[in-house]
């Protein structure tokens, strides 16, 4: 039997991904993955703030009074959030201006604020940090491989590199709010495509799945 820890974990990464499956946190999404950087800062972002914002919350779990836990949820989110602000402003200037106002807006980003309401405030901190951690690299490489692939197609390269043959011509499509669009429900339709598969698998040898969750 696979441990709650792996479990929290991979949940994060495909069966309740954020954006595949939840299905929130998408205006930021789709704003910030017109260059792959700019899908893995804010990725890595979303990750350190929804890490550290689940570890404190489920500390003091015990402490937050119920009348006021979602204001307090707020401003542990928003110390966080300032401080990747802080951060990227000092060490990756370029970047932070590429993101602009969507760092801050982390802060009101309905993934963490679930997570941290739903999950965080009533769990240990052994539950909480591989549950993060899921969430937050699940948001990660989905945003990275969006972004990669509107780069691709719409610039002709990945972070600068250029992949496209000579002559390509860039599909400007793709470097706009649409191809965004359209880009995410590819991916969506292979999470669902991958997901049938594995579960008619499973049917077909109920021994061998039975056998992977003893």
Do not use: H
């Amino acid at each position: 039997m696979r441990s709650t820890a792996v479990t929290l974990f991979s949940n994060g990464l495909v069966r309740e991904n954020p954006l595949l499956t939840l299905m929130i946190g998408l205006c930021s999404a789709l704003a910030v993955t017109t260059a792959t950087v700019n899908g893995i800062g804010m990725g890595l972002s979303m990750t350190f703030v929804i890490l550290m914002s689940e570890v404190v919350i489920s500390i003091f779990r015990n402490q937050i009074p119920n009348a006021i836990r979602i204001p307090i949820f707020i401003i542990i989110i928003a110390a966080f959030t300032t401080v990747i602000e802080y951060i990227l402003k000092a060490w990756f200037p370029a970047l932070s201006q590429a993101m602009g106002v969507f760092i801050p807006l982390i802060v009101v980003n309905c993934i963490i604020m679930g997570r941290v309401e739903g999950f965080a405030s009533k769990q240990p901190v052994r539950n909480v940090i591989p549950d993060a951690l899921g969430m937050g690299i699940g948001y990660t490489w989905v945003l990275t491989g969006i972004a990669a692939v509107r780069e691709l197609l719409g610039n002709g390269a990945i972070l600068g590199i250029p992949l496209m043959p000579e002559g390509y011509t860039p599909i400007l499509f793709f470097t706009m709010p649409p191809g965004g669009f359209f880009v995410f429900a590819l991916f969506i339709s292979l999470n669902i495509f991958i997901k049938s598969r594995l579960k008619s698998a499973g049917k077909q040898n109920p021994a061998k799945a039975e056998g992977g969750e003893a």
